[in-house]
Each structure stands twice: as structure tokens, then as C-alpha cells.
């Protein structure tokens, strides 16, 4: 089976840095997009970015220029870098992608990870 497995969630300080690492693994033939979410008590998931196979690189308004989203095809894995953290960037933050299996080489199908905790408090 497919897994993806983010880490480098915690507690940071206002204005401090993280950075999170979402890892894919098993039978994969080919991942396309990755991408990025969060969702904050009592709201809905949004999404903040995402990459495509090729490096092409998409954000949200409320994060530009503070998250930068990279893509490690070797290491199948995708970075989520978060500067100048607020403290309304708390939530949950999920990996998704798009993968096809070795089994089902044509066939893309979407997977999430199960969700690391970023804390931004004092």
C-alpha cells in the first residue's frame, strides 16, 4: 500500500521557523502533484500549495512569500519550509498526492497523510 507519513510538526515561537517533510512510499510507479493543507479547529481544510512532477510550484495568498513548498523526486518526498509563523498558522497540517501504482500504472488515485501538529505559541 501507499503511505504518506509527514514529520516536523510542533511547538514554535511567533516569528520562528519549521519545516515539514511529507515522505511516499510503497508501490508507486509515478506521484504528480504533491501538495500541502491545514485545517485549524472548527475550520474547513484549505489547501496552500502544491507541486507538480516538473517543480511548478503553487500558493495561497495567505502564505505567500512566508512558505515555500519543494519536491524531492528521488526521495519521493515534499518540504513545506514555514517562516515568520503566526499564530493563526496553527492547525493541522496534511500531505496529499496524486500517485499511480505499479499495479495500476494509468490509474491516478489521491492520498493523504495522516497529519502533523504545528502549535505556534508563546
Known amino acids: 500500500q501507499v503511505q504518506l507519513v509527514e514529520s516536523g510538526g510542533g511547538l514554535v515561537q511567533p516569528g520562528g521557523s519549521l519545516r515539514l517533510s511529507c515522505a511516499a512510499s510503497g508501490s508507486i510507479f509515478r506521484i504528480d502533484s504533491m501538495g500541502w493543507y491545514r485545517q485549524a479547529p472548527g475550520k474547513q481544510r484549505e489547501l496552500l500549495g502544491g507541486?507538480?512532477?516538473?517543480?511548478?510550484?503553487k500558493y495561497e495568498d495567505s502564505v505567500k512569500g512566508r512558505f515555500t513548498i519543494s519536491r524531492d523526486n528521488a526521495k519521493k518526498t515534499a518540504y513545506l519550509q514555514m517562516n515568520s509563523l503566526k499564530p493563526e498558522d496553527t492547525a493541522v497540517y496534511y500531505c496529499?498526492?496524486?500517485?499511480?501504482?505499479?499495479?495500476?500504472?494509468?490509474?491516478?488515485?489521491?492520498?493523504w497523510g495522516q497529519g502533523t501538529q504545528v502549535t505556534v505559541s508563546s
Open positions: 507541486l507538480s512532477s516538473d517543480g511548478s510550484t
Open positions: 496529499h498526492a496524486w500517485i499511480a501504482t505499479m499495479r495500476d500504472r494509468w490509474v491516478t488515485r489521491d492520498y
